[in-house]
């Protein structure tokens, strides 16, 4: 299994411009998510999905869309990039198990390795 | 969310074990204490979790204070490639959807 992957790895965008960053993984988990790290903190969700079809926001949603047309893929659209968009985006996925289930059979949640995105 | 309180950093050397502390002073009866690392330039990665009783895998142990307001992450051989920041995280077990809420964690470093 390749886990989460995440593409691109780095990404340079001028103030205005557009962009997707993909995420996908191949251990058929229903539940998806986005985070954003910034320099010297820990992450804070920006959306998320329990499934295809499915999406939810986080804490941090403005600026960012998603949408989850299968169980595999949930990507993560700028609409018009901000330099305060200047950060570590980390996508993660899980079993979506039912509250409680969730905690008492572990169901961790598993990261991909980040896209470094910079707007200028 | 219950709040979590860690150190902002630690230092140990290499070989021997270390005790990361976390204060959770607001925890619910139902709360799951869970703890991620992050590597460097790596995404989370998941480490341990529990509830009320001590926990042991092959990564770690988890001591739960018996009035469940603080719990300590145990390595019990530290490595160079132990160095990393290490978040405590409490999970409500009613929430629909395995939000997990970082907060800044706590850096460890490891010395040679």
């Known amino acids: 299994n390749a886990g989460v992957t995440q593409t691109p790895k780095f990404q340079v965008l001028k103030t205005g411009q557009s962009m997707t960053l993909q995420c996908a993984q191949d251990?058929?988990?229903?539940?998806m998510s986005w985070y954003r790290q910034d320099p010297g903190m820990g992450l804070r969700l920006i959306h998320y999905?329990?499934?295809?079809?499915?999406?939810d926001q986080g804490e941090v949603p403005n600026g960012y869309n998603v949408s989850r047309s299968t169980t595999e893929d949930f990507p993560l659209r700028l609409l018009s990039a901000a330099p305060s968009q200047t950060s570590v985006y980390f996508c993660?996925?899980?079993?979506?198990?039912?509250?409680?289930?969730?905690?008492?059979?572990?169901?961790?949640?598993?990261f991909g390795p980040g896209t470094r995105l910079t707007v200028l | 969310d219950a709040k979590t309180t860690q150190p902002n950093s630690m230092e140990s050397n290499e070989e021997e074990p270390v005790h990361l502390p976390c204060n959770h002073s607001?925890?619910?009866?139902?709360?799951?204490i869970h703890w991620y690392r992050q590597l460097p330039s790596q995404g989370p990665e998941y480490v341990i979790h529990?509830?009320?009783s001590n926990v042991n895998n092959r990564m770690a142990s988890l001591a739960i204070a018996e009035d469940r307001k603080s719990s300590t992450l145990i390595l019990h051989r530290a490595t160079l490639r132990d160095a990393a920041v290490y978040y405590c995280?409490?999970?409500?077990?009613?929430?629909?959807?395995?939000?997990?809420?970082f907060g800044a964690g706590t850096i460890l470093r490891v010395k040679s």
């Open positions: 993660a996925s899980s079993l979506n198990l039912p509250p409680g289930l969730a905690d008492v059979f572990r169901g961790e949640q598993f």
């Open positions: 251990m058929n988990h229903e539940y």
């Open positions: 999905s329990v499934g295809a079809g499915i999406t």
């Open positions: 607001t925890i619910s009866g139902t709360d799951y």
């Open positions: 529990g509830l009320t």
């Open positions: 995280i409490l999970r409500d077990p009613s929430d629909y959807g395995n939000k997990l809420v």
